[in-house]
């Protein structure tokens, strides 16, 4: 069951981009974008603080570190957290902790495992409590996936299955990387929402980030001109339609 949170709770979701052009922004934008969301009354006097949570990715040490280097080469202003919670949590009370940060930055990787290590933990109630508590909820791929109620996922195997699990923050379906060729997504996603499996959704292409307020989408955001967003919705017929949403492009 999803509810309006009593401050409004916001989320950038997006995809990132699996294959940069030479030239093209970083993907570090589009976070740069979720920061500028957090209300400059909330750090007014100190750094924005910021925990990486790389739950998705196993809490490689390899993600870690590659996100502590880049948050020091685009964001040296930030504070910087990382909550693991292999082999056991980081932080001696996680709740207070992610209770305190302005933005939690979930790292992309296998959804399914995310969202199960997490409820172990109970973190989906926590994270509620942050969203409700305006905090801004941030990420890629699996951590875009994650604040929905489901959508297209790889975490089973090679093939695309459908992922019913979501936090449910926002009630609608997600999907993301929806114009790579190698990853059908697209075929995939349309199909789920065509007979039932997956509710009405929102799919991103790569660079593309999704602004909800609330739970209503409030804006679609994009690093690459030619790239949106679509609202996909079953048709009532058993098939489904699109809709391309305008997106603004970042600077």
């Known amino acids: 069951m999803t509810h309006e949170p009593d401050s409004p709770g916001q989320v950038l979701a997006f995809s990132g981009l699996l294959e940069r052009e030479p030239h093209e922004p970083l993907g570090f934008r589009l976070l740069r974008h979720a920061f500028s969301l957090v ?25 870690v570190a590659a996100t502590r280097a880049s948050y020091g080469r685009h964001a040296p202003d930030v504070e910087l957290s990382v909550l693991t919670l292999f082999p056991q949590p980081s932080h001696v009370d996680v709740a207070a902790h992610l209770l305190a940060q302005d933005v939690v930055h979930v790292e ?9 290590v997490w409820r172990a933990h109970g ?38 299955d459908p992922f019913t699990d979501g936090l449910g923050l926002l009630p609608f379906a997600n999907g993301v990387h929806d114009d790579l060729a190698y990853q059908p997504r697209y075929d995939v996603l349309r199909r789920l929402v065509a007979d039932g499996t997956l509710p009405t959704a929102y799919a991103t292409q790569d660079g593309v980030g999704l602004h909800y307020v609330g739970t209503r989408l409030h804006e679609v955001v994009t690093l690459r001109p030619r790239s949106s967003a679509f609202r996909v919705e079953p048709d009532g017929a058993g098939g489904w339609r699109e ?9």
């Not at 925990?51 to 390899?62: L, S």
């Open 123 to 160: 973190l989906p109630d926590v994270l509620r409590r942050c969203w409700e508590g305006g905090a801004v909820l941030t990420g890629a791929s699996a951590g875009s996936l994650c604040w929905h109620l489901g959508g297209p996922t790889d975490s089973y195997g090679d093939a695309l």
């Open 39 to 63: 209300p400059p009354v909330r750090v007014a006097g100190r750094a924005l603080r910021v925990c990486y949570v790389p739950t998705a990715m196993g809490d490689h040490p390899d993600a």
């Open 108 to 116: 992309g990787g296998s959804v399914v495992n995310l969202v199960a």
């Open 243 to 251: 809709e391309r949403l305008p997106a603004r492009v970042l600077g």
